[in-house]
């Protein structure tokens, strides 16, 4: 049995999956953080105590501060006696990579771990081993982000280098857009794990083309594809994922070019001992990288892949930050494609409710039906951030998931509270 140091977590699905998976394989973990009613704030009623609450230890630190928090681990590990570190938030990923090194534990090199989880250094990286992506700049400011513009030519995507969900990640048309998403940029200094942003903005030339994701496994030198999801976009000028579906619904040529690129980008990076989740866009010249997360995927990409395959990345994840060899042999399981569809709010207020949710639950098809509660202040989508629930579907015959699940989440129509008046 194996003692992990669990360092911060997502508060969505990975917050469970991840203690699950520990749990199952009869580890235990000791959870460090630097505020837990962020996490209780965010577990959902009449489902029990809150998954990481089945910690061995759980631990307040300022996990903000990545010296004093290695000097604070040091300590606890001469006590408690940790046999890995693993984290599912991205911003705390290099944290997990400097904490694992220091104490000599498995891990990737803390140094591949920082340029993975910076866009800027991964365009670096990858511009440098010739890992086919989108034309870009690095800018320091919104006045040379207009010169870099010019040379790369409208339109394209602005990017901050250091959020995740796809925040303020929106597309351009012109020099007002730009300006405007500029100066979005720089009205959000901080994250929301109060970690000072990098004052960078990174302007990449518009891929166009589908886009999908290649799940994979680096464990002791070599890299394994568990597979290719597919994922559908939406909400622009902002980059939405409303959906995936594992398999991904492409030739089997296009999901190996995608994959070959995927192992090429992992190799450049230099990451070993990690799950990765890569993103790429399949245009008219071939897979471009979007970018490659060190942490397994998240929006219920995992669940979809353990439907179909049998493969359990979450468990990947545990195995290889102990330094044990994961199970990546699929196995048989009866679904053939899996899919997952995400309802999005179009307009800012409180929730009423959801209607046609007891005709969606009631399908066989449906694996899982998950919505939010009345009362919820939304309001209209700009990020991953703003799901109001999601409808995760099989097919059993062949690559019908999506189809069942779009269809299913056409049925779930939500009403809002009127707004408040206001006395003149």
């Given at each position: 049995?194996?003692?992990?140091?669990?360092?911060?977590?997502?508060?969505?699905?990975?917050?469970?999956?991840?203690?699950?998976?520990?749990?199952?394989?009869?580890?235990?973990?000791?959870?460090?953080?630097?505020?837990?009613?962020?996490?209780?704030?965010?577990?959902?009623?009449?489902?029990?105590?809150?998954?990481?609450?089945?910690?061995?230890?759980?631990?307040?630190?300022?996990?903000?501060?990545?010296?004093?928090?290695?000097?604070?681990?040091?300590?606890?590990?001469?006590?408690?006696?940790?046999?890995?570190?693993?984290?599912?938030?991205?911003?705390?990923?290099?944290?997990?990579?400097?904490?694992?090194?220091?104490?000599?534990?498995?891990?990737?090199?803390?140094?591949?771990?920082?340029?993975?989880?910076?866009?800027?250094?991964?365009?670096?990286?990858?511009?440098?081993?010739?890992?086919?992506?989108?034309?870009?700049?690095i800018c320091e400011g919104a006045g040379e982000a207009a010169a870099a513009a010019r040379g790369i030519g409208y339109p394209l995507v602005v990017k901050p280098v250091d959020l995740c969900a796809g925040m303020l990640v929106r597309?351009?048309?012109?020099?007002?857009?730009?300006?405007?998403?500029?100066?979005?940029?720089?009205?959000?200094?901080?994250?929301?794990?109060?970690?000072?942003?990098?004052?960078?903005?990174?302007?990449?030339?518009?891929?166009?083309?589908?886009?999908?994701?290649?799940?994979?496994?680096?464990?002791?030198?070599?890299?394994?594809?568990?597979?290719?999801?597919?994922?559908?976009?939406?909400?622009?000028?902002?980059?939405?994922?409303?959906?995936?579906?594992?398999?991904?619904?492409?030739?089997?040529?296009?999901?190996?070019?995608?994959a070959e690129t995927t192992l090429r980008a992992v190799k450049a990076l230099g990451l070993d001992q990690v799950v990765c989740h890569t993103e790429l866009k399949l245009t008219a010249d071939g897979p471009r990288l979007v970018e490659?997360?060190?942490?397994?995927?998240?929006?219920?990409?995992?669940?979809?892949?353990?439907?179909?395959?049998?493969?359990?990345?979450?468990?990947?994840?545990?195995?290889?930050?102990?330094?044990?060899?994961?199970?990546?042999?699929?196995?048989?399981?009866?679904?053939?494609?899996?899919?997952?569809?995400?309802?999005?709010?179009?307009?800012?207020?409180?929730?009423?409710?959801?209607?046609?949710?007891?005709?969606?639950?009631?399908?066989?098809?449906?694996?899982?039906?998950?919505?939010?509660?009345?009362?919820?202040?939304?309001?209209?989508?700009?990020?991953?951030?703003?799901?109001?629930?999601?409808?995760?579907?099989?097919?059993?015959?062949?690559?019908?998931?999506?189809?069942?699940?779009?269809?299913?989440?056409?049925?779930?129509?939500?009403?809002?509270?009127?707004?408040?008046?206001?006395?003149?």
């Open positions: 049995m194996g003692h992990l140091l669990v360092i911060e977590s997502w508060v969505g699905s990975m917050s469970r999956l991840l203690p699950r998976a520990i749990r199952e394989e009869g580890h235990e973990f000791t959870f460090v953080t630097r505020d837990l009613h962020h996490y209780l704030r965010s577990a959902p009623e009449g489902e029990g105590p809150h998954p990481l609450l089945t910690a061995r230890n759980v631990i307040t630190a300022d996990t903000n501060d990545t010296a004093g928090l290695l000097a604070g681990i040091e300590g606890l590990h001469t006590v408690l006696g940790f046999d890995g570190v693993v984290s599912s938030c991205d911003y705390y990923l290099p944290a997990v990579a400097h904490a694992a090194h220091r104490l000599g534990l498995p891990g990737p090199a803390p140094e591949a771990v920082e340029a993975a989880c910076r866009k800027d250094l991964t365009r670096r990286v990858l511009a440098a081993a010739d890992v086919p992506g989108p034309r870009f700049a597309a351009v048309r012109d020099e007002h857009e730009l300006e405007r998403a500029c100066q979005a940029l720089a009205e959000f200094p901080v994250n929301a794990r109060g970690q000072d942003r990098a004052p960078v903005i990174l302007l990449e030339e518009l891929l166009r083309g589908p886009e999908v994701s290649v799940e994979t496994v680096s464990f002791g030198g070599s890299t394994h594809v568990v597979g290719v999801t597919d994922k559908s976009i939406g909400g622009a000028p902002a980059f939405i994922e409303t959906g995936h579906m594992f398999p991904a619904g492409i030739d089997e040529s296009l999901a190996s070019e995608a490659v997360n060190p942490r397994p995927a998240g929006n219920r990409i995992t669940e979809l892949v353990r439907h179909v395959s049998g493969v359990d990345l979450a468990t990947a994840c545990v195995d290889v930050a102990l330094g044990r060899a994961p199970d990546l042999a699929p196995r048989t399981t009866g679904v053939r494609s899996a899919a997952v569809a995400f309802l999005l709010p179009d307009t800012t207020g409180t929730l009423a409710g959801i209607d046609g949710a007891g005709a969606v639950r009631a399908r066989p098809e449906v694996l899982e039906l998950t919505l939010a509660e009345p009362g919820r202040t939304v309001r209209a989508a700009t990020s991953n951030n703003e799901y109001l629930g999601h409808v995760m579907t099989a097919d059993t015959e062949g690559g019908g998931a999506r189809a069942s699940a779009e269809r299913l989440l056409a049925g779930l129509h939500p009403h809002y509270a009127p707004a408040p008046v206001v006395p003149a």
